[in-house]
Every structure is written in C-alpha cells, then in structure tokens.
C-alpha cells in the first residue's frame, strides 16, 4: 500500500507539472479559476473516499507516523515567498500577506509541535495537537478562497496585479499538489489523534469494537 500511495503521489504530480506548463489550469483574467479548484479539492476528497471506504487505506493512514507528517509541514514557513512575490509586484497583497504569513505561523510551530510528540506520544491526542492541525487546514483553505475571488474578481486593467501567476508553473505546483497534500497530512493527524485516543473503530463500524490508543508511527495489525 505504501508503494501504491507514492506511485499516485508521484503522477499527480507529474500530471499537474504537465497540465501547467501546457496552460491547461490557467483561466482567462476575471474568470473563476474552475481548473485551480477542482484540482485542490478533488484530490481532498478522493482521499476521504478512500478512507471511509478502503480498510488498507484507512489502515495506511492510521499508521502514519505523526512525527514525519508533522516535520512536513515545517516546510511551510517557505510561505515567506509569498511576501516576496508581493514585494515584486508578482502577487496582490490581499492575497499574499494571508497566505504568506498563515503558512509562516504553522511552519515555524511545526517544530515545536514535533518536540511535543517525540518527548510524549500522548500528545498526539491533546486539543493543543488537534487545534494546531485544524488552523492548519483552516490557513490553507483561506488562501485558496481568497485566490480564487481575486481572480474572478480581477478586471485586467493595466498594471492590476492578480492571482493569476498561481495557475502556471513553478507557482501552480502550490494551489494543485501542495495544498492537498498539507490538507491530507492534516486530516491523516487528525484521524489519528481520534484512533488512539480511542472515540472511533478502526475498520468501520462492523468491527465491533473500539480501537485501542497506540503509539505514533507504529502500524495497526493487519487484518
């Protein structure tokens, strides 16, 4: 399963580096950025299909090791870039200062929130924990809303800086694979912290039994 989940991680991306530098996701300036948000959603909810439906995937997810997903999203403090791109006249304000400095606060905590885990695996079910992840999901999903009303909202007037440098490549790589997949990372914490703290059954509900808290990163046993 884990060789399956990064074969897919793989061709999305190489699908979304192609689909990009064709042109295919950009949309014509004052044009809802349709091709943006299904490729930043879709992606979401093909894996809450998977979870609620799949057992070896759901089971993969209940696995993750909390520690390395969680240094992941460390990487996010590059959202400094954003506040670059804005000072070069490359992305509007209204959109970079959000995003910019929202990625910024949870990259730089991520190493703190890491710290926590390895010192004590408990905290993984703490509402500290959950409310880190959850402001997660929230910065992300404000950003891709004010991306996209900013660009159905531009008017291509001379000199107007828009949001439309984030549907061609390097940038579209942000909005199409990068967004999900700090989402995902977010979600598979979030189930997780649920499963070891014991509130939710393993493998659906015809399992019988709730599942029992168990350290970060070590796997369910197969079934």
């Known amino acids: 399963m884990r060789r399956f989940i990064a074969s897919v991680l793989a061709l999305w991306f190489v699908a979304v580096f192609v689909l990009g530098g064709a042109g295919v996701i950009a949309r014509p300036i004052g044009s809802p950025p349709i091709p943006i948000l299904i490729g930043a959603v879709g992606p979401v909810i093909a894996f809450l299909a998977a979870y609620a439906a799949w057992p070896a995937f759901r089971e993969s997810v209940l696995s993750l090791d909390l520690v390395l997903a969680t240094s992941i999203q460390g990487w996010r403090a590059a959202g400094l870039g954003f506040l670059a791109l804005y000072a070069h006249g490359v992305l509007p304000g209204a959109f970079a200062y959000p995003a910019g400095l929202g990625d910024i606060a949870i990259g730089v905590t991520a190493p703190w929130v890491v710290l926590a885990l390895i010192r004590r695996p408990g ?101």
């Open 123 to 223: 905290f993984a079910t703490t509402r500290g924990f959950v409310v880190w992840n959850l402001l997660g999901i929230l910065d992300l999903v404000v950003a891709l809303s004010l991306g996209g009303l900013i660009s159905a909202l531009a008017t291509g007037a001379t000199g107007e800086v828009t949001t439309q440098p984030m549907a061609r490549l390097p940038l579209v790589l942000v909005p199409a694979y990068l967004v999900p997949l700090f989402v995902m990372l977010h979600l598979s914490a979030l189930f997780q912290a649920r499963y070891q703290a014991g509130v939710v059954r393993p493998f659906g509900a015809h399992s019988g039994r709730i599942a029992r808290p168990r350290p970060s990163g070590i796997s369910a046993p197969s079934r």
